[in-house]
């Protein structure tokens, strides 16, 4: 058997008392599309934190690629593969859209450089790149913080491209987005990850979303997960159809 | 050793317990307001020549020397009344909600006014007024020789301490004040009128600062460039206290106390040190302060 | 644009004191306050105050001294580089620990070791001179020994070419991927470690630029006023270096020297009848300038997020 990409083994962590992770064991197998689905509070997010390191578990360890990464810094995770994309964007919100990429793709390509400029002929083109990837060249001199939610949601997406990460964490990738647009922002998604070849694990609460490109779906409940498998099994699981999706 | 120690220790104690007057009222606004007020010491000076050219005028026009005592309260009340609610008012509600580079600018700017303020005010002369002192005399204790003056300072402090701890848990100011803190959008919805509240804290950093500032003329007289100096002994204290934190203020100004005193008794060069160096040793460990709480953004 | 703003600045310096010879000395106390004002700006571009960073412009002007008084070190070249090396030595172990704080825990902090400094220049007497300070000869140029006027010469022309580089490098430095990291620290610190970027790397160079620029500028005001004393570090020093570089903008190099050189030269003008009300004239433009032209402050006007320390 191949080792995971990545792995949490019994992972527990606990917000004042609440058990925010009790005990969470994943894997995720190199090239899958993994969706999490859940309640409100069950741990989703925080899940993802503590794959990046911004939070730390109680007990409990994170592989990847076997190695351990429970207990060091996001950017030091971040710089072994795995990039993210935030449930609220996160972007430099004083700077113009392409400034930010350009940053992103400087971050990857060495920061210390400290006398040529950032806005240079390589890290323009690849920052275009990565905007026209999720369809935002034409706002590219825009500020990015007078960008629709819609907007940022894309360019935070395409932020954490810019990493070329092995494995993308994406939390609620699709919220803030129109229902129409949907489809075609994870038509967009689904390509681009195919094309890079990245892993690649979302939060979702668009169940309709999930079933149609999700190669996994695991539903969490309470800080655990409470069912693991193909969606369209898990989503007809009864106690799954009661808790999370019965809801929405 | 004792015999020579004990009187440090008095004099430290009531050298603590005048700056906790200024730093529980730096930390008061600060837990309040959310900002560090670096103007706060001028209030320190502008109460200590306040209550010195009373205390002068009250002795030179021969009224008793007895009113000194009341005179001291009141020039610290009247500093508060007068620039209290001006300032907080005008300047500082401006800076609300703005980064804290700014708010550390605008009272920057603030305390480089009142500097001069007070120079054309108060000239640049020292004044000293030691009526309260002289009339209270001293307590000799086996063989040692205690200014009364300074277990007054001592007792004060206490007793600041024990009634802004009153003020807020049993008075309905005190739990608008405390509401505040704790929640500042969710007592505006509670209907709380936050403005007063403001007002209010800010008024009382100001007579504390004050206050600590009149206190201190019987001891040591005013100069100008005092404001400057306390203030970075105020902001030390609550910094090691925990910004925010009332009896952190005042658990801080005691180490800060002793500290000096230790300094003098075995390494005189290093009494001005002192409090700058327990503030870096306790930021180290514990960059909050002493009692100060955490508080992580959420993503 | 701000580079041809640089080199018109520049040669408006150069003529000036010959113009008006008595401009000389306080247009070379302003170049070395802009210097220590553009390095608080670079700081304040990652959002940090520092109420304390006069404490570097006081090691460069202290290195100097000592250097010539113990180590007999007169030559004028010697002297800046040695001066500055140790001034950037103390900002990268200073900044080591401090670069790990923020906002009001990083104004604090510097503002202790500031305090701490001062405290120990004025205290220990045998060393430092105490109050009385440590007087500093006039340094030879390349063996030669000059007369003071002609050092002074030497003083500002060298100072302003100095002054010239420097902000050329700044300049450089501000547009590039570090410099750009360096805002991205104000606006979003947790997306740039996201991206794998250490802030704590990248605001330590940012910490020894700008405790450099600030020894630099040090050692050359004490170059100039042939003395040095304790309340060089002193808090309101580092307040004013702040002020220097607000008044004078911090979004680009050329502004804390802009807000240096009108700073000086009007308080050399005012000197007569405006001596008494310096601070509160400065204190009131400061205000003035927060107020109303918000956007010298280069997003720092943002409302605040809460930040770790």
């Not at chain 3, 927060?290 to 809460?306: Q, V």
């Amino acid at each position: 058997m191949t080792t995971p990409l990545l792995k949490a083994e019994n992972l527990q962590v606990a917000f004042a008392g609440v058990k925010a992770a009790d005990g969470v064991n994943l894997e995720i197998a190199e090239g899958e599309f993994l969706a999490i689905i859940g309640p409100n509070g069950s741990g989703k997010t925080t899940f993802l934190n503590l794959c990046t390191g911004y939070i730390r578990p109680l007990a409990g360890e994170v592989f990847l690629d076997g190695r351990p990464i429970t207990r060091l810094a996001p950017r030091t995770i971040a710089r072994q593969g795995i990039a993210r994309a935030f449930q609220i964007p996160q972007l430099f919100t004083d700077q113009r859209l392409i400034d930010n990429l350009m940053l992103a793709v400087a971050a990857r390509r060495g920061i210390w450089d400290a006398f040529r400029p950032l806005d240079r002929r390589t890290h323009r083109d690849e920052a275009m790149q990565l905007l026209s990837m999720v369809g935002l060249e034409d706002v590219a001199e825009q500020s990015a913080a007078t960008l629709p939610e819609g907007l940022r949601k894309l360019a935070d997406i395409a932020i954490a491209f810019a990493l070329k990460p092995r494995l993308l964490l994406l939390d609620e990738p699709t919220s803030g987005v129109s229902a129409i647009e949907r489809f075609g922002l994870m038509e967009t998604l689904m390509t681009a990850l195919r094309q890079a070849r990245v892993t690649a694990l979302f939060v979702e609460h668009d169940m309709e979303v999930v079933e149609r490109y999700a190669d996994r779906v695991v539903v969490w409940d309470q800080g655990r997960v409470m069912a693991d498998g193909k969606p369209d099994i898990v989503l007809k699981d009864p106690r799954v159809l009661q808790n999370v999706v019965g809801v929405a | 050793m004792l015999q020579s120690l004990v009187p440090l220790l008095v004099d430290g104690l009531a050298n603590a317990a005048l700056i906790f007057f200024v730093a529980v009222g730096l930390t008061l606004v600060f837990s309040v307001l959310r900002i560090l007020n670096v103007a706060h010491g001028s209030f320190y000076s502008i109460g200590a020549y306040a209550a010195a050219s009373i205390g002068l005028w009250i002795v030179s026009s021969g009224f008793s020397p007895y009113l000194t005592f009341p005179a001291l309260l009141l020039s610290a009340a009247l500093v508060a009344a007068l620039f209290g609610p001006l300032v907080e008012r005008t300047l500082v509600r401006w800076t609300y909600g703005k980064s804290e580079a700014v708010q550390i600018l605008v009272t920057f700017g603030l305390f480089l006014i009142l500097e001069d303020l007070q120079r054309m005010v108060f000239g640049v002369q020292s004044l000293y007024e030691d009526t309260p002192m002289a009339l209270l005399g001293i307590t000799e204790i086996g063989g040692i020789v205690y200014l009364n003056y300074q277990l007054l300072l001592i007792g004060l402090a206490a007793v600041v301490i024990i009634g802004l701890r009153l003020l807020i848990r049993h008075t309905r100011h005190g739990k608008f004040l405390a509401a505040v803190v704790a929640d500042r959008e969710v007592s505006q919805t509670l209907g709380i009128d936050t403005n007063r509240v403001f007002i209010m804290a800010f008024a009382l950093g100001v007579f504390l600062a004050a206050l600590g500032g009149a206190l201190a003329t019987p001891t040591s007289g005013v100069a100008p460039g005092l404001g400057a100096e306390t203030v970075v002994l105020a902001f030390a204290v609550a910094a090691i206290g925990g910004l925010g934190q009332i009896e952190g203020a005042a658990i801080a100004a005691v180490i800060v106390g002793l500290a000096r005193v230790l300094a003098i008794y075995y390494a005189p060069a290093l009494d001005a040190v002192a409090p700058y160096l327990v503030m870096l040793v306790v930021l180290l460990i514990r960059p909050y302060g002493l009692f100060g709480s955490v508080t992580t953004r959420r993503i | 644009m701000p580079l041809l703003l640089l080199l018109a600045g520049l040669a408006v310096m150069a003529v000036l004191p010959l113009a008006v010879p008595w401009l000389q000395f306080t247009l070379t106390i302003a170049l070395a306050k802009g210097l220590a004002a553009l390095g608080v700006a670079v700081l304040l571009r990652a959002g940090l105050i520092s109420i304390g960073h006069a404490m570097f412009f006081a090691i460069g002007a202290y290195a100097t001294a000592f250097l010539m008084r113990d180590l007999a070190v007169t030559d004028f070249a010697t002297l800046i580089v040695a001066s500055t090396l140790i001034s950037a030595l103390s900002g990268l172990l200073f900044g080591a620990f401090l670069v790990r704080y923020r906002a009001i825990f990083f104004a604090m902090l510097n503002l202790a070791v500031s305090m701490v400094l001062f405290s120990l220049l004025a205290k220990l007497y045998g060393v430092t001179g105490g109050t009385d300070g440590i007087r500093v000869a006039t340094p030879s140029v390349f063996g030669m020994a000059l007369a003071r006027p002609v050092f002074a010469d030497v003083l500002y022309y060298g100072g302003l070419l100095l002054a010239g580089l420097v902000g050329f490098a700044v300049h450089r430095y501000l547009k590039s991927p570090l410099g750009a990291a360096l805002s991205a620290i104000h606006t979003n610190e947790v997306r740039l470690e996201y991206l794998g970027v250490s802030a704590w790397s990248v605001l330590l160079v940012a910490y020894t630029l700008s405790a450099t620029l600030a020894g630099l500028g040090g050692a050359i005001a004490a170059m100039a006023i042939g003395h040095v004393v304790p309340e060089f570090a002193f808090w309101t020093e580092s307040g004013h270096i702040v002020l220097v570089a607000v008044l004078g903008g911090i979004g680009g190099v050329v502004g804390p020297f802009a807000g240096s050189i009108f700073l000086e030269v009007v308080q050399t003008l005012a000197v007569g009848f405006a001596a008494d009300a310096w601070n509160l004239i400065i204190g009131l433009a400061l205000i003035g300038v927060i107020f109303f032209l918000p956007r010298g402050l280069y997003g720092l006007m943002e409302t605040r997020r809460r930040t770790s320390p």
